[in-house]
C-alpha cells in the first residue's frame, strides 16, 4: 500500500462538532422549505390534507429515529445503517443496506445542484445552464474540503435565514386568515379531516413527504466529529421533532390559507405563488430567497453526509478503490477524497432533469430506515436476551416493530418509477459484492472504530 494513503496516527476526523451544531446540519439537510415547494404535489394528491401526510410520516420516522439513537450509543461509527447491519446481521448485509443508501445519499446533493441551475436559469436564461452547475458544485466542495466546523457554520447561518422567513410567513398567512382568506380561521379542523379524504391518498403523500424527513437519520455521519459521542442520540430526536414541527406547522398554516389549488399557475412548485399570495412581491423575492438558502445548507450538509459514510464503507475495505475513499486530509483531518467524488457525481446535474433524479429518491432511505429497526431487535432481543421484564419487550422488540411496519409501509408506496430504478441500483450493489467478495467466499472486513482502521492500513503497508 502506498504510504501517503494511510491516515497518518491521529489524523482521522477532527472532532469539533458541538450539540446544536449537529442538530443545525439535520436540519439543513432536511430543508424546511420544502414543505412549500412540494405543497401542490401532496395537496393534489392528499385532496387538501397535507399537515396530516406529515403528521404520517413524523410518527413513522419518531420509532426510527429512537431506533437510531440507541444503535449509535452501541456503535459510535459514521457509518449509520451501514454500520448496524453489518455488525449485527451480517457484513454482507449491511454492505447491501449501505450500498442502497448510497442512492439517495449520492443523489441529494445533485438534486440540490439541479435546483440551483434550474433558480439560475430562470434569472440568467442566456448563459449556458452547466457554468452554474460547475461554479455551484466546486463552491460546495472547497467549503466541505475545507473544515467540518466551517461548513457547519455557515449552514447554521443559512438555516436561520430560513426559518425566520418561514416564521414570516406564518405571520402573514394568520392575518390573511383573519381577514377571510381560505378558510378563514387557524383553528379549523380542515387541513386535517373533510370530506373526500381517502387515507390509502394520505399514506401516498406521506411518501411523498418523508423524502422531507432524510436528514435526522444522516446525523449519525457526523458520529466521528463528535465534541462528545453522547450527544449524537439526542441530536437525532431534536432534529426530527424541531424539523417535524416545521413542517407540520408551516403546512397547518399554508393548507389553511389554500385550502384548493385553484388560482395556482405551477402547482408542481408553489412556493413562489404561495408567497406572492399571502406577501406580496417583495416577500416573494425574499421567500425565494430563503428557498434557495436552503438548497445551499442542504448542498452542505448532504455532501459532508454522503462523503462521510463513503469513507467508512472505504475504511471497511480493501485494495485500492476501498484506499482511495478512506483517505483522511492530514491538515484538514477530512475525508478529502471521498468529498471529491461526491462532488464529481453532483455534475451529472448537468446532463440530467429534475424529474428522473427526484424518482429514485427515497428507495434507499427507507431501506435503512426499515433495517435500523430490525437492528434493535436483533441486537437486544435475540442477541443480549433482553427480553425478560415487560419494559424489555416494549422497547426491544414493540416499538422497533411498529418502526419497521411503518417504514415498510411506506417503502411499499413508493412510486413505481422509484421502485425501479432503486431495484436496478440494488441490483448493480450485489453484483459488486460478489465481485469484493469473490463470490462470498472472502469475508468482508467491518472496522468500528477509526482506531482500528489506522492500525490495521498501517500494518498492511
Not at 439526542?234 to 403546512?251: S, T
Request: proline fraction near 5%.
Amino acid at each position: 500500500m502506498p504510504q501517503n494513503t494511510v491516515p497518518p496516527s491521529g489524523a482521522g476526523l477532527k472532532r469539533s462538532l458541538g450539540l446544536w451544531a449537529i442538530v443545525g446540519l439535520g436540519l439543513g439537510y432536511m430543508t424546511p422549505t420544502t414543505v412549500f415547494d412540494t405543497f401542490g404535489i401532496v395537496s393534489g394528491e392528499t385532496n387538501g390534507v397535507v399537515p396530516l401526510a406529515y403528521l404520517v410520516a413524523l410518527v413513522a420516522m419518531v420509532f426510527t429515529a429512537v431506533s437510531y439513537g440507541r444503535m449509535t450509543r452501541i456503535f459510535p461509527s459514521a457509518g449509520s445503517a451501514y454500520t448496524y447491519t453489518s455488525e449485527t446481521i451480517h457484513p454482507n448485509v449491511g454492505f447491501l443496506v449501505g450500498w442502497a443508501s448510497l442512492l439517495d445519499y449520492l443523489l441529494l446533493p445533485l438534486v440540490n445542484a439541479l435546483l440551483i441551475r434550474i433558480y439560475m436559469e430562470s434569472f440568467f436564461p442566456d448563459i449556458p445552464s452547466w457554468i452554474w452547475v460547475v461554479a455551484y458544485v466546486v463552491l460546495i466542495t472547497i467549503l466541505n474540503l475545507w473544515s467540518m466546523n466551517s461548513t457547519s457554520k455557515v449552514n447554521g447561518i443559512l438555516v436561520v435565514f430560513e426559518v425566520v422567513l418561514i416564521g414570516v410567513f406564518i405571520v402573514l398567512a394568520w392575518n390573511a386568515l383573519a381577514n377571510g382568506a381560505g378558510n378563514g380561521s387557524v383553528f379549523s379542523s380542515a387541513p386535517l379531516v373533510h370530506d373526500g379524504v381517502d387515507f390509502g391518498a394520505v399514506i401516498s403523500g406521506a411518501t411523498v413527504v418523508c423524502f422531507s424527513f432524510i436528514g435526522f437519520d444522516a446525523i449519525t455521519m457526523y458520529t466521528e466529529e463528535a465534541k462528545d459521542t453522547k450527544t449524537v442520540p439526542k441530536a437525532i430526536v431534536l432534529a426530527l421533532l424541531i424539523g417535524g414541527a416545521i413542517f407540520f406547522v408551516a403546512a397547518w398554516f399554508g393548507q389553511s390559507v389554500f385550502p384548493t389549488l385553484d388560482g395556482f399557475d405551477n402547482t408542481d412548485d408553489t412556493l413562489p405563488e404561495m408567497a406572492l399570495k399571502v406577501g406580496g412581491e417583495f416577500f416573494k423575492i425574499l421567500f425565494t430567497s430563503a428557498a434557495f438558502a436552503a438548497t445551499v445548507a442542504s448542498s452542505l450538509s448532504s455532501h459532508a453526509s454522503v462523503s462521510r459514510m463513503i469513507y467508512v464503507m472505504g475504511r471497511n475495505g480493501s485494495g485500492p478503490v476501498s484506499r482511495f475513499f478512506s483517505y483522511v486530509h492530514p491538515k484538514f483531518r477530512t475525508p478529502s477524497l471521498a468529498v471529491v467524488f461526491v462532488g464529481a457525481v453532483s455534475l451529472l446535474a448537468i446532463p440530467f432533469t429534475l424529474e428522473f433524479i427526484s424518482s429514485m429518491i427515497n428507495f434507499g432511505a427507507l431501506i435503512a430506515f426499515t433495517f435500523v429497526n430490525v437492528t434493535v431487535i436483533v441486537f437486544f432481543a435475540l442477541r443480549r436476551k433482553e427480553v425478560r421484564t415487560p419494559k424489555e419487550v416494549l422497547t426491544n422488540v414493540v416499538l422497533p416493530l411498529i418502526g419497521t411496519a411503518l417504514t415498510g409501509v411506506l417503502w411499499a408506496n413508493l412510486h413505481l418509477d422509484a421502485l425501479l430504478y432503486g431495484a436496478v441500483w440494488l441490483g448493480i450493489g450485489v453484483v459488486s459484492l460478489l465481485v469484493v467478495t469473490r463470490g462470498f467466499r472472502r469475508p468482508l472486513r467491518v472496522s468500528m472504530r477509526e482506531e482500528d482502521a489506522v492500525e490495521l492500513d498501517a500494518a498492511a503497508v
